[in-house]
C-alpha cells in the first residue's frame, strides 16, 4: 500500500531537481552575461575615451587637443599635415621701375591652390590675369593693354605659433618664395597688333590667414615682391634706358576653402 506514495515521492523529488538544476543554471548564465556586457561596455568606452576624435582646422593650437605628449607629433602630422586648399584671389597689381611710370596698376584676378607635406611647410602654384594700360612713348602717344599673366610654384612656410601671442595665432602668418613664368602680352586693341613675351622670374613675400566659417573658409591677405626680367628691357626709349625695366609689386586677397 506505500509503493505508489513512495513512487509519487520519488517522482515529485526529481521534479524538485531538475528545476533546481535549470535554475542554477539560469543564474550561472545570467551572472555570465552581466558580466561579459560589463567588460564589453568597459572596453567600448576606454576605447571611444582613446580614439582621436579628428580635427577640422589646421592652425589649431596644438595644446588644446587631448593626447600624450608622445603622441603629439604623430597625431598632428596625420590628422592636420595633409590636407589640400583651394582659394580665389582678387587685388591690386604694380609695375616697378621705368614700366610703373608708364603702366597704370590694375585689377589682379586669379587662382592658387595650396598642399601641406607637414603643419609647417606646404607647396603651393598660382595663377593670375592683370590688364595694365601702358602709355609708354615708345607707341607714339597711343595707349596700349599690358596683359600679365604669372604662373608661379613655391613654397610656404607657417611658423610654429603655439606660444605666440593670440592675435598672431588667430592670423596665421606665412612666408612665401618660389618662382616662374610670366606671360606678357602688349598690344594695340583697335588696330589688334599685339606683342607676345615669355618672362622667367622669382618672388618673395609673406601673408596672413583668417578663419571665418566653420573651419573651411579663410580670407588671407598676401604681400609679393616679383623679380622679373622682361625681353624688352634692353630697349631705349627717348634715350632713357630703364623705361621698359622694372619688377613688379602685388596685393592681393584672397578666399580659401580647406578641404
Request: net charge negative.
Amino acid at each position: 500500500m506505500n509503493e505508489p506514495h513512495t513512487i509519487v515521492e520519488q517522482g515529485t523529488l526529481m521534479a524538485f531537481t531538475l528545476m533546481e538544476r535549470r535554475f542554477n543554471l539560469f543564474i550561472v548564465a545570467l551572472i555570465l552575461g552581466l558580466s561579459t556586457g560589463l567588460w564589453n561596455s568597459t572596453a567600448i568606452a576606454e576605447s571611444q575615451g582613446s580614439d582621436y576624435k579628428g580635427i577640422t582646422d589646421p592652425f589649431g593650437d596644438p595644446t588644446a587637443y587631448e593626447f600624450a605628449e608622445d603622441e603629439k607629433a604623430d597625431k598632428e602630422f596625420f590628422h592636420l599635415g595633409r590636407f589640400f586648399m583651394l582659394g580665389m584671389d582678387f587685388g591690386l597689381g604694380n609695375f616697378t621701375g621705368g614700366l610703373g611710370q608708364t603702366n597704370e596698376p590694375a585689377f589682379y584676378a586669379g587662382a592658387h591652390l595650396v598642399f601641406f607635406f607637414d603643419k609647417s611647410l606646404a607647396f603651393e602654384g598660382r595663377a593670375a590675369y592683370i590688364r595694365h594700360r601702358d602709355n609708354s612713348p615708345l607707341f607714339n602717344g597711343a595707349v596700349i593693354d599690358n596683359i600679365l599673366i604669372p604662373i608661379t610654384f613655391g613654397f610656404r612656410f607657417y611658423p610654429d605659433i603655439k606660444n605666440a601671442p593670440r592675435p598672431i595665432a588667430i592670423a596665421n602668418p606665412y612666408l612665401a618664395a618660389g618662382a616662374g613664368l610670366y606671360l606678357r602680352r602688349t598690344g594695340d586693341p583697335k588696330s589688334g597688333v599685339e606683342e607676345a613675351t615669355n618672362n622667367t622670374g622669382a618672388y618673395l613675400g609673406g601673408g596672413l590667414q583668417f578663419l571665418i566659417y566653420r573651419r573651411h573658409i579663410y580670407l588671407g591677405t598676401d604681400l609679393r615682391y616679383h623679380l622679373v626680367y622682361f625681353d624688352d628691357e634692353a630697349v631705349d626709349v627717348s634715350n632713357n634706358p630703364d623705361a621698359r625695366s622694372g619688377n613688379y609689386f602685388s596685393t592681393v586677397f584672397s578666399l580659401t576653402y580647406n578641404f
